[in-house]
């Protein structure tokens, strides 16, 4: 169980909104912002090279609380600036020929599937998409028939950035171990939110970021590649940290995940990630998904209930985020008019995933995400203020 009443103290944020926007970038704890400075602090006292150098076993631990977290080795996690770099520098190192098949989830991430195209334009490739199950999600019988011998990876975003939705990926990383299939998991918005382990999942890369449930800093980004398929992938770029330039005029990539770093990074935002997940790891990911479904829940169901409103999320496991839109008044409106009243939530464009939006007839939703940290109050707050906006439209229409 959460303390939710010790979560909001170590939230300095909640003093000043009600911050439903957790799929966006969360409010940090105060432990991570104080780990964040003390280092920038150090690097103004003693220089940028030397602070790193003296709070090195810092630096290592976060490897360290990443790999504890997702339960594998830290020589299997490279930290980078965001998710998609992350996903990028495994993706890209993946070969494919002509005939090659790439499959994907319906729900893929804009940034992803500019990838996959790419790629697939580039090599003869192609990309198909994983049919859906009639609740929301891919449809794992489906996908079992799709699998063959051409198929070089499978791609799925565990956690859609526009939706509840919470994809089947252990389902989807049993079919692709048992046919040899390399599972390339998006899991920016599950991890931090609920427990992710990548050998209960089955997946062999996983990409994710520190800003968003994790509540980590801005900047950070982490990919786990799994043991026996790192040396396999060439990164497609490489620099002195990645690589080891040698006497003979040639270079050697390094063994580990970090071959997909480079050199320069912020360490005061690396240290800030590890701090982050150890925090998460003091709650225990069990209790945070319980509360952040709970809660989600709980607004789903308000939402439900308000005149003029249509809650779109689908799927048969559902998270934290929630997502819909009022019948009259614009996405972008809602937020503001939530924004103006100090409660965050964003607009989820359907550019963000278009086959998605396109094949539910949905142009834009207002999405609200929610935390452990979040309360009932915050959740009331929002729906007055849609009701509000609500009863507003109508007076309108009858003026
Ligand atoms: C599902 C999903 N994947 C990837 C990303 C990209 O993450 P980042 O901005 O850290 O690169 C996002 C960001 O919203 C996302 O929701």
Redesign the pocket.
């Known amino acids: 169980m959460i303390d939710v009443e010790r979560a909001r103290a170590e939230t300095p944020g909640v003093a000043n909104v009600a911050h439903l926007n957790n799929a966006g970038s969360a409010l940090p704890a105060a432990p991570v912002h104080a780990a964040v400075v003390e280092h920038l602090e150090l690097e103004t006292a003693i220089g940028g090279y030397e602070a790193a150098a003296a709070r090195a076993d810092r630096i290592e631990h976060t490897y360290e609380a990443i790999a504890t977290l997702l339960g594998c080795h830290a020589d299997e996690i490279g930290v980078v600036e ?4 992350a996903w990028d520098m495994a993706f890209y190192a993946m070969r494919f020929g002509p005939g090659d098949r790439i499959l994907t989830s319906q729900a893929e ?1 804009a ?1 992803n599937y500019i990838a996959l195209r790419q790629v697939a334009d580039r090599t003869g490739a192609t990309v198909e998409w994983i049919p859906e199950d009639p609740a929301g999600g891919v449809d794992v019988a489906a996908l079992e028939g799709m699998l063959d011998e051409r198929v070089k990876v499978v791609s799925l ?1 565990h956690v ?2 526009h939706g509840g939705l919470v994809e089947p990926a252990a389902a989807v990383g049993a079919l692709t171990r048992a046919a040899g299939i390399p599972l390339l998991l ?1 899991a ?2 599950s991890v931090g939110q609920m427990p992710v382990d990548v050998d209960e999942i089955g997946c062999d890369v996983l990409s994710a ?1 520190g800003r968003k449930f994790l509540r980590g800093p801005r900047g950070t ?1 982490f990919l786990y590649v799994r043991r026996a398929l790192i040396e396999h992938l060439e990164p497609p770029l490489l620099d002195l940290h990645a690589a080891e330039w040698l006497d003979d005029g040639s270079y050697r990539i390094r063994p580990d995940a970090r071959r997909f770093e480079n050199w320069e990074c912020n360490y005061a935002a690396k240290i800030g990630l590890g701090v982050a997940v150890d925090y998460a790891m003091g709650w225990g990911l069990d209790a945070i998904r319980d509360r952040v479904v709970a809660l989600a829940t709980a607004l789903r169901e308000r939402l439900a209930d308000t005149p003029g409103v249509t809650v779109h999320d689908v799927g048969r496991e559902q998270g934290g985020i929630v997502t819909f839109s009022l019948a009259g008044t614009p996405s972008a409106e809602v937020a503001a008019a939530l924004r103006s009243e100090r409660v965050n939530v964003s607009v989820s464009p359907r550019s963000y995933s278009l086959v998605d939006f396109a094949r539910r007839g949905l142009d834009d939703m207002v999405r609200a995400s929610v935390h452990y940290y979040n309360d009932d109050e915050e959740l009331d707050r929002l729906v007055a203020v849609t009701r509000r906006l609500r009863s507003r439209a109508g007076q309108s229409i009858l003026s």
């Open positions: 965001n998710a998609t770099r991430y940034s975003v859609p950035s998006d920016c918005q970021t980004g």
